[in-house]
């Protein structure tokens, strides 16, 4: 990995990578998540576009924040943007998976200039119940297992409802992105455990409760959506009323895969592929 930083306007150093040349794809994970969720896409998109990844505040490599209050949606839009800044970036396409897919649909309302296209994986304008209190139950939590070879095989069990056929190896893959082994023995979490002090905080707000009209922003642009056919975040219902307000945008629904689909997928290649087909060129002189 070419791991880069750069420093945002309160301080804080967020890690990102930046490889290939072309169309400029921003790849932005979910909320627990890291640049190493897209590891899947390295392969199959080179010499596709130039893809870059990035690691929120408080995730991953990057810098913690010592005010758990700036991990939300609007303060790290304005991240993504002061990347774009520092990369000399006028526009980038976006695919966002869940926490990213919100803050894409941030960035179309406040920044839509900054902007190519989206593709949203396994997540819309509404949050599922079920799935949000899911979430609430494990974030800022460190797993009990004592290794990951233990925990990949919980995973197994804990997900043949929404994830059938997903082996141990594959799972051992994935959580090694998620969480890290201890010297010592145990797990240790690879993002801030204060991120759940916020967003109880927020709960309590009632921030960004009517994300529809965030959505509409991206009206103007192409469009994809990404849906495990088993997600509990990005319901059956909220795609068709998705469609109806985006009528082009394309779709992959995923089957045997819950929330959030990995993106090795064939069918979420082949949408990948298709929507970067419906990017408009780079202007001459940009830089690539």
């Known amino acids: 990995m070419t791991l880069s930083h750069f420093t945002t306007s309160d301080g804080l150093r967020l890690a990102y990578d930046d490889r290939g040349t072309g169309l ?11 640049m190493d969720d897209f590891d899947t896409l390295l392969e199959p998109l080179a010499g596709r576009c130039r893809l870059i990844r990035m690691d929120y505040r408080g995730r991953g490599r990057s810098d913690y924040d010592p005010d758990f209050n700036n991990y939300n949606l609007l303060r790290e839009a304005h991240d993504v943007v002061e990347l774009l800044d520092h990369l000399g970036l006028a526009q980038v396409a976006i695919l966002g998976t869940s926490r990213g897919g919100l803050i894409a649909m941030a960035l179309a309302a406040g920044f839509p200039q900054r902007l190519t296209g989206v593709i949203l994986n396994d997540i819309g304008p509404v949050v599922g119940t079920a799935g949000l209190a899911r979430i609430m139950e494990y974030v800022g939590k460190t797993p009990p297992q004592p290794d990951l070879d233990t925990l990949a095989d919980a995973m197994v069990r804990q997900t043949t409802g929404e994830f059938p056929g997903v ?35 927020q709960a309590a707000t009632g921030a960004l409760q009517d994300m529809w009209v965030f959505f509409d922003a991206l009206k103007a642009f192409p469009l994809a959506v990404i849906r495990g056919a088993n997600s509990d975040i990005l319901s059956a219902e909220t795609l068709a009323e998705m469609r109806r307000r985006h009528p082009v945008m394309l779709v992959a629904e995923i089957a045997d895969r ?29 830089p690539a």
């Open 24 to 34: 400029p794809l921003l790849c932005l994970p979910g909320l627990t998540r890291n």
């Open 167 to 201: 082996t141990a190896q594959v799972w051992h893959r994935h959580v090694a992105h998620w969480f890290a082994e201890r010297p010592e023995g145990g797990l240790s979490l690879r993002y801030d455990p204060a991120l759940h002090k916020a967003l109880l905080a």
């Open 258 to 286: 819950g929330h959030v689909p990995f993106l090795d997928e064939p069918e979420a290649l082949a949408l990948i592929g298709a929507f970067l087909d419906t990017l408009p060129p780079l202007p001459q002189g940009s």
